[in-house]
Every structure is written in structure tokens, then in C-alpha cells.
């Protein structure tokens, strides 16, 4: 244990900054003293030492070694804890690359975070996504992540901020707006639930203390009240500076000075070194792992490919698809007719809109307003990939290009349909979402002729 008026400083290196920095940023990475040892060429005695506090004067070559091996800077002193500056930068808290693309996650201090925590499972295929949000975290106050369900959101939104929880004196809180009342059946009713649900995590104070209160607030689940907690977040940065505001949305929010993140689906084609495995197909092998570890898929990686390719990358999709290799085989969960049929299982430990794929799409299209759903339509029956122009030349429903523009960028807000930003716009419908609205068709059509044989026996 250090004392008090122990020297504190070894050069400018704050030595009670450097142990908490050692051993959250080691946990953070996943390694033990020894895997650090070896990776910075320090002694395990010596890391031992400083972790534990008997040394209290490393040598500063030592320390240089220790971060190198982390690539990062010398911790700022202690005392330096006001202001942008003050704000670790995102590597501090990202840990490199696992072998086979795994990252433990850190461990969540009870004390210093309210609400919904991490699943406590490595992430895969998410390094990017996990150095970006950390990154933005540390110099924006405000950041969105947004992109389709069942692609990831709130898993990368509570591992980010459970590695950033120690940037945050007051540690972090969580909120999950999923159920709240749609703005589009109630709005007064919404934004009261949103403002008693966001109240509910945050510390109360007011006045000066209000004004102190350095916390990471995560709002979860927003894309049916975007217009209530667009007004109360900007409520909030006014009465709380030091809150920094993570939302996770199917669709952005009306704030110009929010930064913006889409959360895309995991690899499924590109092979890294040494044969290592898409994102997609690693998460898939790891999972079916999990919940069958008698099964091998020796020789059957094809198969796993095509799998994941017709999943779309969807990591629910891929873990649900793992789960049915317990009662099906790989081959015959290709050879069905419809392979999103066959993962569309129930999740009972999420909200409703959120247990399965069908319900995850159905939520979305019900917040569609009526001629967003009837271009979804005649989109699904008439395109795989195309362009604005494309659009126009076929004259769907005789509209106009300026609602023709309107309307495909809700579309593409809401995350039905996926934007590839080139030289020109292409567009191109998730087949979820495209198996959901043509099941909607033939279910149309078929009760067309029953109507038309009631009306004629009548």
C-alpha cells in the first residue's frame, strides 16, 4: 500500500495513475502478467511490483517498455481531471487483436455503473467498431449508433462503454427505452416514459453539482422515440456538461452536432492471415461450439460460408442458426426453403419486438408511415440492387422524384435498406426485411380471391 506522503512521481509519470492504468488497460486486453511479460520484455516480478504498489520507483525505461506494449503515451498525472484534455484516449481502454479475432471483455465495476451490463462474451469482429466509439467518446459528447436490428448495437454500445468506465468519475449508466410507447401512438405518453426512465439513472442533483456530474449515459433502443430524446438529450448537456450521451437507434437523431456511427453486419467474405476465418463464420464455429461441442465441422466450411452469407452477416441470425445445429444438421438447415424461416426462433430474455427476426423487422415497418411501406413493396418485387434512377425509370406508382428521393432515405434512416456510398448511391434491401414484406405480399394476395368468393356467395 502506498502512503500518503509517499513520492508520488517518478520524472512526470503520477505513480498511482500508472498502477490503476496498468491493471485496467492489462484486464482490458485480456492478459495475464505473464502475456504482458512477454510482450513488453519487462519482468513478471516487476509488473507484479508496481501493480501491487512495492515499487514505487519503476525505472523509466521499465514503464516506456509497458506502454509501448499497449501503444500508448505516459498517463497524464492525476490531479489533471477537468476539462477535453482529461479524457483518455481510446486506446487506452482497446485491446489489441486475440488470437482468432477474440477480445475478453473487461470486467464491470458494480459500484460505478447502473442498468443493463454487458453479456460478459468476447466480442468478434467488432475491433473497429470498438475503436471508433472509444474514440469519439473521449472528444464528442454526444454519439449515435445506428444500423438495422439484430446487428449489434446494444452489445457494442454496453462493451464500449464498459471499457470506457473509467474515463468517467461518476462511472456509467444505462437506460433501455424498449418499452416505451411509440411516439407515432402517443407522443405525450412516450416522452413522459422516456423522461421518467432516463430520470431513474441519473444521479439526482441539481444546481453546481449538477453542472460536476462526469457520467456516460447510455440510451438504448430509441428509434420509436427519436424526437423525445432528441429534446431531452439536449436538455441534459445543458444542465449536466460533463454527461456524454451514447444512443443506439435504428434510425438518427434530429441532432446536428451528434456524431454518427452505422453498425454494419459482420464480415462473411474477406479471409484474414493465415486462414483466418470472416467475423461472421468465427462467430458461427464459436457459437456452435457453445451449444453443441460433440459436432464438428471438420471439411464442411463451405457449407458455413454459405450459411453465413445467407444470413447476412446478422450475428442474431448467425447465434440463433448455431442454436438449430442442436436439432438439425448444417446441410439441412441449407437445404430448407427458407433459411431465415428457420432461425426466426423466439428470444424470451429480450423485449418483444427484439425475440425474434420477423418481430425485429415488424417493429420497424409499423413505424413506416404509408407510403414508405407501399415503396418498401414495390421495391421488394422489383429490384435486388439499384439507384435512385433506377427508381425513376420504372415509374413506381407514377411518383414523383422528390418523393421518390423522401422517401427512400427514410427508408434507408429507418435501416431497411443498406446504402453503399460510391461515386453514385446504391441501394440494396436486407433479406430479412425482404422476405418479411414478400410473405406480406402473398399473404395479401391470397386473401384477395377468398374476398372476392364471400362477396359473390353473398
Given at each position: 500500500?502506498i502512503?500518503?506522503?509517499?513520492?508520488?512521481?517518478?520524472?512526470?509519470?503520477?505513480?498511482?495513475?500508472?498502477?490503476?492504468?496498468?491493471?485496467?488497460?492489462?484486464?482490458?486486453?485480456?492478459?495475464?502478467?505473464e502475456?504482458?511479460?512477454?510482450?513488453?520484455?519487462?519482468?513478471?516480478?516487476?509488473?507484479?511490483?508496481?501493480?501491487?504498489?512495492?515499487?514505487i520507483n519503476?525505472?523509466?525505461?521499465?514503464?516506456?517498455?509497458?506502454?509501448?506494449?499497449?501503444?500508448?503515451?505516459?498517463?497524464?498525472?492525476?490531479?489533471?481531471?477537468?476539462?477535453?484534455?482529461?479524457?483518455?484516449?481510446?486506446?487506452?481502454?482497446?485491446?489489441?487483436?486475440?488470437?482468432?479475432?477474440?477480445?475478453?471483455?473487461?470486467?464491470?465495476?458494480?459500484?460505478?455503473?447502473?442498468?443493463?451490463?454487458?453479456?460478459?462474451?468476447?466480442?468478434?469482429?467488432?475491433?473497429?467498431?470498438?475503436?471508433?466509439?472509444?474514440?469519439?467518446?473521449?472528444?464528442?459528447?454526444?454519439?449515435?449508433?445506428?444500423?438495422?436490428?439484430?446487428?449489434?448495437?446494444?452489445?457494442?454500445?454496453?462493451?464500449?462503454?464498459?471499457?470506457a468506465?473509467?474515463?468517467?468519475?461518476?462511472?456509467?449508466?444505462?437506460?433501455?427505452?424498449?418499452?416505451?410507447?411509440?411516439?407515432?401512438?402517443?407522443?405525450?405518453?412516450?416522452?413522459?416514459?422516456?423522461?421518467?426512465?432516463?430520470?431513474?439513472?441519473?444521479?439526482?442533483?441539481?444546481?453546481?453539482?449538477?453542472?460536476?456530474?462526469?457520467?456516460?449515459?447510455?440510451?438504448?433502443?430509441?428509434?420509436?422515440?427519436?424526437?423525445?430524446?432528441?429534446?431531452?438529450?439536449?436538455?441534459?448537456?445543458?444542465?449536466?456538461?460533463?454527461?456524454?450521451?451514447?444512443?443506439?437507434?435504428?434510425?438518427?437523431?434530429?441532432?446536428?452536432?451528434?456524431?454518427?456511427?452505422?453498425?454494419?453486419?459482420?464480415?462473411?467474405?474477406?479471409?484474414?492471415?493465415?486462414?483466418?476465418?470472416?467475423?461472421a463464420?468465427?462467430?458461427?464455429?464459436?457459437?456452435?461450439?457453445?451449444?453443441?461441442?460433440?459436432?464438428?465441422?471438420?471439411?464442411?466450411?463451405?457449407?458455413?460460408?454459405?450459411?453465413?452469407?445467407?444470413?447476412?452477416?446478422?450475428?442474431?441470425?448467425?447465434?440463433?442458426?448455431?442454436?438449430?445445429?442442436?436439432?438439425?444438421s448444417?446441410?439441412?438447415?441449407?437445404?430448407?426453403?427458407?433459411?431465415?424461416?428457420?432461425?426466426?426462433?423466439?428470444h424470451?430474455?429480450?423485449?418483444?419486438?427484439?425475440?425474434?427476426?420477423?418481430?425485429?423487422?415488424?417493429?420497424?415497418?409499423?413505424?413506416?408511415?404509408?407510403?414508405?411501406?407501399?415503396?418498401?413493396?414495390?421495391?421488394?418485387?422489383?429490384?435486388?440492387?439499384?439507384?435512385i434512377?433506377?427508381?425513376?425509370?420504372?415509374?413506381?406508382?407514377?411518383?414523383?422524384?422528390?418523393?421518390?428521393?423522401?422517401?427512400?432515405?427514410?427508408?434507408?434512416?429507418?435501416?431497411?435498406?443498406?446504402?453503399?456510398?460510391?461515386?453514385?448511391?446504391?441501394?440494396?434491401?436486407?433479406?430479412?426485411?425482404?422476405?418479411?414484406?414478400?410473405?406480406?405480399?402473398?399473404?395479401?394476395?391470397?386473401?384477395?380471391?377468398?374476398?372476392?368468393?364471400?362477396?359473390?356467395?353473398?
Open positions: 500500500m502512503e500518503a506522503n509517499t513520492p508520488p512521481l517518478v520524472g512526470t509519470i503520477d505513480i498511482r495513475a500508472l498502477r490503476l492504468f496498468l491493471v485496467g488497460r492489462r484486464r482490458a486486453c485480456g492478459w495475464t502478467q502475456e504482458l511479460a512477454e510482450r513488453s520484455g519487462v519482468s513478471v516480478r516487476t509488473i507484479r511490483n508496481i501493480e501491487t504498489g512495492s515499487n519503476p525505472r523509466r525505461a521499465s514503464v516506456e517498455l509497458l506502454l509501448a506494449a499497449f501503444g500508448d503515451p505516459l498517463p497524464r498525472p492525476a490531479g489533471d481531471d477537468r476539462g477535453e484534455s482529461r479524457r483518455p484516449g481510446a486506446e487506452m481502454f482497446m485491446p489489441r487483436p486475440r488470437e482468432q479475432g477474440w477480445f475478453a471483455e473487461p470486467t464491470v465495476n458494480p459500484a460505478r455503473w447502473r442498468g443493463a451490463r454487458p453479456v460478459g462474451e468476447p466480442m468478434v469482429g467488432r475491433r473497429e467498431d470498438l475503436r471508433h466509439v472509444l474514440g469519439v467518446l473521449q472528444r464528442s459528447r454526444l454519439l449515435v449508433l445506428t444500423g438495422p436490428g439484430g446487428v449489434g448495437k446494444t452489445r457494442l454500445a454496453l462493451s464500449a462503454a464498459a471499457r468506465q473509467a474515463m468517467f468519475r461518476d462511472g456509467v449508466a444505462v437506460v433501455g427505452l424498449g418499452t416505451c410507447v411509440p411516439e407515432t401512438v402517443d407522443a405525450a405518453a412516450a416522452r413522459e416514459q422516456v423522461r421518467q426512465a432516463v430520470r431513474a439513472v441519473l444521479p439526482s442533483v441539481r444546481g453546481a453539482a449538477a453542472a460536476e456530474t462526469d457520467l456516460l449515459l447510455v440510451i438504448d433502443n430509441a428509434e420509436h422515440v427519436a424526437r423525445c430524446v432528441s429534446r431531452l438529450v439536449l436538455e441534459i448537456q445543458v444542465a449536466h456538461p460533463g454527461i456524454r450521451v451514447l444512443i443506439t437507434s435504428r434510425r438518427p437523431l434530429a441532432i446536428t452536432s451528434a456524431d454518427m456511427w452505422e453498425v454494419a453486419p459482420l464480415e462473411v467474405e474477406t479471409w484474414g492471415d493465415a486462414d483466418t476465418p470472416p467475423a463464420v468465427e462467430l458461427f464455429l464459436r457459437r456452435v461450439r457453445s451449444a453443441v461441442p460433440t459436432v464438428s465441422l471438420a471439411g464442411r466450411m463451405p457449407l458455413v460460408v454459405e450459411l453465413c452469407r445467407r444470413l447476412e452477416g446478422f450475428p442474431r441470425a448467425i447465434e440463433t442458426a448455431a442454436q438449430c445445429i442442436r436439432s438439425v448444417l446441410e439441412s438447415l441449407l437445404r430448407s426453403g427458407s433459411t431465415l424461416h428457420m432461425v426466426d426462433q423466439v424470451l430474455t429480450t423485449v418483444s419486438r427484439h425475440r425474434s427476426l420477423n418481430e425485429s423487422v415488424r417493429w420497424s415497418y409499423e413505424l413506416l408511415a404509408a407510403p414508405e411501406r407501399a415503396l418498401l413493396h414495390q421495391l421488394a418485387c422489383s429490384f435486388e440492387t439499384f439507384t434512377e433506377d427508381v425513376m425509370r420504372s415509374r413506381l406508382a407514377g411518383r414523383g422524384e422528390a418523393e421518390i428521393v423522401a422517401s427512400l432515405a427514410e427508408l434507408a434512416d429507418a435501416s431497411l435498406l443498406r446504402v453503399h456510398r460510391g461515386a453514385r448511391y446504391e441501394y440494396r434491401m436486407y433479406r430479412v426485411v425482404r422476405d418479411y414484406v414478400l410473405a406480406l405480399e402473398r399473404r395479401n394476395r391470397a386473401s384477395v380471391p377468398e374476398l372476392s368468393r364471400m362477396a359473390f356467395s353473398a
